[in-house]
């Protein structure tokens, strides 16, 4: 056990090192001193790098209830702005006469920008706090909005769905750290993102009454503008003094170790290591990289059946247009039941198990839609697939912040939020690109490898200490 400074004797670099029985004499004396008084220890240390972290132990009453319903509007807001453009990409298409390809770039940009979150994340709240981040984060979104509502050329749509993506990317980041440790992170996942799907539910009804009523496609995002500003305001004001618990001392030394730091007996306690090392240490970490892994073919997965399922019934399947539009909202009402009421369910049998399962049962559907010939069976299948996909994501974000260090919680999920991203953007294009070619059936063998890949990463990721329950 290591003692404080000013209660032993200080080597100076200098001096050749001391021999084993003169480290042995200076720690048998250091247990003879009494303490250090306040202004030697200060005199002798410089005072730790506080960072702010989650804890499981913190209440779960008065303002953390609140804290926990601003991130399900947040979770709301994203919701709809992450669902929307399906709805309004044939008005856009019309409005600027681009093609497919072309209107894509949105999804490319808005990846990008929750990449580049990633990195970004932690050390904006270090400098801002978390609830000035926040606000920082729905401005960046809210940026995004106002240049959308002007209808600007279309580059200037695309550049929009960069800060968009940025502002959404570090919230998405600070709302899983927060959900998955706050008493049962499950439950609090779960509501979460099921408030996520509820805006996804919601988000192509709004758009679609503001398009087809003959209103100009871009004023859908006044709506949105004004969300993110009461989103602003409400998290700003409850995560304002957000806590800073004490300097995790075993936490520090245990990723002062990993980048090659060691701590002898009688040295001053370790202080935070540095951004770069924070952020080299989360990418060297498996947790990481498997989540990542995982997250990209969840996502991909999840919107590459929301985007193309209903090509799919019209073009293969010869279903009517107007009698198939539904099953979209199935399928995100699906995922919303599935994260509000099975997730607190998957709390109770184990998260590792019930992702597992839930994944194999959306593969079975999976392959209902695709050999099974009845579109009511396909639309069927396809809300269960939601509901069983539903749960998977607050399941996982649970277990991932339970396995990493918790100093790299925010830099490590951040890379994981990206990552999904990025599938949700490159999965749907690759299924459109092959689409043109072989036919809308391609959907299918690509969820299904998808899946694999889910699984896969699952089963590779390290186990860590047990939740508390």
């Known amino acids: 056990m290591a003692h404080p400074l000013g209660a032993i004797s200080i080597v100076s670099e200098a001096s050749p090192p001391p021999s084993p029985t003169a480290r042995q004499q200076v720690r048998d004396n250091a247990v003879k001193v009494s303490p250090p008084t306040p202004m030697t220890a200060l005199s002798n240390s410089p005072p730790p790098t506080v960072r702010p972290v989650e804890s499981r132990t913190a209440p779960t009453t008065g303002i953390q209830k609140l804290r926990l319903l601003s991130t399900c509007m947040m979770g709301f807001g994203n919701g709809l702005n992450d669902s929307v453009p399906g709805a309004l990409i044939p008005y856009m298409e019309d409005h600027y006469s681009i093609s497919y390809a072309i209107v894509s770039l949105i999804f490319v940009t808005n990846a990008i920008g929750f990449i580049a979150a990633a990195p970004l994340t932690d050390l904006v709240e270090q400098r801002l706090g978390r609830g000035r981040a926040y606000i920082l984060a729905e401005a960046l979104m809210g940026a995004g909005y106002v240049i959308i509502i002007c209808t600007p050329p279309y580059p200037l749509v695309v550049l929009s769905f960069l800060l968009i993506g940025l502002g959404e990317g570090m919230d998405l980041a600070f709302n899983n750290v927060f959900c998955a440790n706050y008493g049962n992170g499950t439950t609090a996942l779960g509501f979460l993102h099921g408030s996520y799907g509820l805006g996804g539910t919601v988000g192509p009804l709004i758009g679609t009454a503001i398009a087809s009523s003959g209103t100009i496609w871009s004023r859908f995002y006044a709506v949105a503008i004004a969300i993110v500003a009461i989103n602003a305001a409400f998290a700003g004001w409850t995560f304002w003094n957000y806590e800073t618990p004490q300097p995790r001392h075993q936490a520090n030394e245990s990723i002062s ?115 099974v010939p009845s579109i009511v069976g396909n639309a069927v299948a396809v809300a269960i697939i939601g509901l069983l996909l539903g749960p998977v994501y607050p399941c996982a974000m649970a277990v991932f912040c339970r396995v990493l260090d918790p100093s790299l919680q925010l830099t490590s999920l951040g890379f994981v939020s990206g990552a999904g991203s990025s599938g949700g953007a490159v999965a749907p294009l690759v299924t459109g690109l092959v689409a043109q070619k072989k036919g809308t059936w391609v959907l299918h063998p690509i969820c299904v490898g998808l899946y694999g890949g889910m699984v896969g990463a699952w089963c590779l990721l390290p186990r860590g200490k047990k939740r508390e329950e």
């Open 257 to 371: 170790l990993e980048i090659g730091t060691e701590r002898n007996a009688g040295e001053a306690p370790v202080t935070q290591p540095s951004n770069r090392q924070l952020l080299n240490t989360a990418l060297k970490s498996p947790v990481t990289i498997l989540g990542a892994l995982f997250i990209f073919a969840y996502q991909g997965a999840e919107v590459s059946i929301s985007g193309w399922v209903i090509s799919f019934l019209v073009n293969t399947r010869h279903g009517d247009l107007s009698s198939v539009g539904y099953v979209t909202a199935g399928f995100w009402g699906g995922i919303t039941v599935g994260r509000l009421l099975i997730s607190p369910i998957a709390f109770r049998i184990g998260e590792r198990i019930s992702v597992a399962v839930l994944v194999l049962g959306s593969l079975a559907f999976q392959l209902v839609v695709w050999f």
